[in-house]
């Protein structure tokens, strides 16, 4: 059994991962901001006040660090940026100065990042090795990524996922599309030819154990499927999972005035992204298609 703290625990891939650990005997303890809402073992920090111990921190094996402000609620105005950037970067510092400094600190930590760092690159197949992009996504992933440098300098090995749109029934992108597209008023965003890097949530649960177990596993790797889509393969594949028509396009110039910046980046941009550090170590994916995963998803 090991010890496993995660941060974001309460988010969409938080809360499956923590029910995946418990299945398979981890003893699993969040860190929280509300210590009124704290369960049996669980730590209290608070990244915006600067606010955990190293003591917190002793005791554990590994930590899942999941925590930083939604991406997708709302225009992307100068305030709301910042508060993306900030939530990232003022959480991974403090728990990294933790981790640096603990006496038996955990061996492991898995930090999230995401697919942002490459930014917009058409067709081209885009791995680990790929330089960032352009645009504020990538400069967030960019310094998210640098933030962890501490810990990996105290020889804690550091694991940076770079999460892809994650695929879920009950959250994410997916659960905003369904509605829609069950009604029959789904379609294409643009053009369509933009690339979706995706990922069901099963396998990006099985992603992070398996990130968490091997050892062989640190620095950047993708947590994305093998076989990313352009958005309009995307929209025809949900619309025959569903038996709906998607005939109804949403035009690049109405998503930009609907939400500004966040549609370009978000939306209609895209990247062909390749899971290769996720292979080369000896995962395997259970839906690696994505009409597989759909069926699977909303059966």
Same mark, same amino acid.
């Given at each position: 059994?090991?010890?496993?703290?995660?941060? *974001? *625990?309460?988010?969409?891939? *938080?809360?499956?991962?923590?029910?995946?650990?418990?299945?398979?005997?981890?003893?699993?303890?969040?860190?929280?901001?509300?210590?009124?809402?704290?369960?049996?073992?669980?730590?209290?920090?608070? +990244?915006?006040?600067?606010?955990?111990?190293?003591?917190?921190?002793?005791?554990?094996?590994?930590?899942?660090?999941?925590?930083?402000?939604?991406?997708?609620?709302?225009?992307?105005?100068?305030?709301?940026?910042?508060?993306?950037?900030?939530?990232?970067?003022?959480?991974?510092?403090?728990?990294?100065?933790?981790?640096?400094?603990?006496?038996?600190?955990?061996?492991?930590?898995?930090?999230?990042?995401?697919?942002?760092?490459?930014?917009?690159?058409?067709?081209?197949?885009?791995?680990?090795?790929?330089? +960032?992009?352009?645009?504020?996504?990538?400069?967030?992933?960019?310094?998210?990524?640098?933030?962890?440098?501490?810990?990996?300098?105290?020889?804690?090995?550091?694991?940076?996922?770079?999460?892809?749109?994650?695929?879920?029934?009950?959250?994410?992108?997916?659960?905003?599309?369904?509605?829609?597209?069950?009604?029959?008023?789904?379609?294409?965003?643009?053009?369509?030819?933009?690339?979706?890097?995706?990922? *069901?949530?099963?396998?990006?649960?099985?992603?992070?154990?398996?990130?968490?177990?091997?050892?062989?596993?640190?620095?950047?790797?993708?947590?994305?499927? +093998?076989? +990313?889509?352009?958005?309009?393969?995307?929209?025809?594949?949900?619309?025959?999972?569903?038996s709906r028509p998607a005939v109804l396009p949403a035009p690049s110039l109405a998503l930009r005035l609907a939400v500004g910046e966040m549609a370009q980046a978000l939306l209609l941009d895209g990247a062909r992204i390749a899971p290769h550090r996720l292979q080369s170590t000896g995962f395997r994916f259970r839906h690696p298609d994505l009409e597989g995963a759909l069926?699977?998803?909303?059966?």
């Open positions: 059994m090991s010890r496993v703290a995660l941060t *974001g *625990g309460s988010g969409l891939i *938080g809360t499956r991962l923590r029910q995946a650990l418990t299945r398979r005997g981890d003893r699993v303890v969040s860190f929280v901001r509300d210590p009124a809402r704290a369960g049996p073992g669980d730590r209290f920090w608070d +990244p915006a006040s600067g606010h955990v111990d190293a003591l917190d921190v002793e005791g554990l094996d590994a930590i899942v660090h999941l925590a930083g402000a939604p991406i997708a609620s709302g225009r992307w105005t100068a305030a709301r940026k910042r508060t993306i950037l900030e939530s990232r970067l003022r959480s991974t510092r403090l728990l990294c100065d933790a981790l640096a400094t603990a006496h038996e600190p955990p061996s492991v930590l898995i930090s999230a990042s995401a697919i942002g760092y490459y930014g917009n690159r058409g067709e081209a197949w885009i791995d680990e090795e790929s330089e +960032p992009g352009e645009g504020f996504l990538a400069e967030v992933c960019v310094a998210w990524e640098e933030a962890t440098q501490v810990a990996r300098a105290a020889g804690i090995r550091v694991g940076l996922a770079r999460i892809g749109v994650v695929l879920a029934p009950e959250g994410g992108a997916l659960a905003r599309m369904l509605p829609v597209f069950r009604l029959g008023l789904g379609g294409r965003l643009g053009n369509g030819r933009q690339y979706l890097s995706w990922i *069901g949530i099963d396998d990006a649960v099985a992603a992070l154990e398996h990130a968490l177990d091997c050892e062989a596993l640190s620095g950047p790797f993708n947590l994305v499927g +093998p076989n +990313p889509v352009t958005n309009a393969e995307f929209t025809r594949t949900l619309s025959r999972v569903l069926r699977s998803l909303l059966a």
